[in-house]
């Protein structure tokens, strides 16, 4: 594989899946153990990830088959992926084919493991799987497939992929919330506003519990930082905290 020689390239991306299979497992509790490997030859990928997404599974090993194209034309665009065939997925007892896939994009660098990642996004103690991606204006695009204990399998989540088109979309850091970042902009006072959403996994969906619009305020040479703070109440949002502190 050639050397990537930029640490911001683009991606383009259209997708689509097909599950397969998938034979039984029982699970308990969850660790944790990872390795990679990758062999590419004859302008093909074979990119390989070890996990053990929980206690009482096996190893899983989440193989990326794709094709490689190489764009000499342009310095930002030296290694790139033509198309993404397929993630395999195998463990002791366990097979499932994520299909469908097409894609054409460049990778940046400093990006792991050619997008694969793995978190508990809906805090039920087993890992999911997420496959991130950067378009050619520098959007971040992401994947989704959530654990499904009862099933045994990997399920594509849809409105992850949806929460995720935003500034910032990852796990609260020490928290089970997922935590979105958005800009917005106050029509009243004429302001941007900086935007922070909370949502928890509750019956099989991610809802909305908490969120604060932060935006500032000049009085004269002051400046104060304004902040709403809303909670889910009653299964209603509701305006819990207001301050306005100055700079």
């Not at 074979?46 to 929980?54: A, D, Q, Y």
């Not at 065939?85 to 299909?99: D, H, N, P, T, V």
């Not at 097409?102 to 493991?113: G, K, S």
Request: hydrophobic fraction near 35%; charge should be negative.
């Amino acid at each position: 594989m050639k050397k990537l020689i930029s640490v911001c390239l683009a991606v383009f991306l259209l997708a689509g899946l097909s599950a397969c299979k998938t034979e039984p497992v029982k699970p308990t509790e969850a660790t944790t153990t990872q390795a990679a490997t990758t062999q590419a030859g004859s302008g093909s990928i074979n990119h390989t990830v070890t996990r053990r997404i929980h206690g009482s599974l096996p190893e899983f090993t989440f193989t990326l088959h794709g094709d490689e194209s190489i764009d000499d034309s342009d310095p930002d665009y030296v290694l790139a992926i033509a198309a993404i065939r397929e993630i395999a997925i195998a463990g002791a007892g366990f097979s499932q084919r994520l299909e469908g896939f097409e894609t054409e994009f460049a990778l940046p660098e400093d990006i792991d493991d050619y997008g694969l990642a793995f978190d508990d996004f809906n805090g039920d103690g087993f890992l999911d799987l997420r496959l991130h991606f950067y378009t050619k204006t520098r959007e971040e695009i992401s994947l989704f497939w959530l654990w499904d204990s009862a099933k045994q399998q990997f399920a594509r989540n849809e409105q992850l992929e949806e929460l995720s088109d935003a500034r910032y979309f990852a796990r609260e850091d020490g928290g089970p919330r997922m935590y979105r970042f958005l800009k917005g902009y106050m029509e009243e006072q004429g302001v941007p506003s900086y935007n922070d959403y909370y949502y928890e996994y509750i019956d099989g969906e991610f809802v909305l519990t908490e969120y604060s619009i932060m935006w500032y305020e000049e009085e004269g040479e002051d400046s104060y930082e304004c902040i709403d703070t809303y909670k889910l109440v009653d299964s209603k949002m509701e305006l819990v905290s207001q301050t306005r502190e100055k700079e």
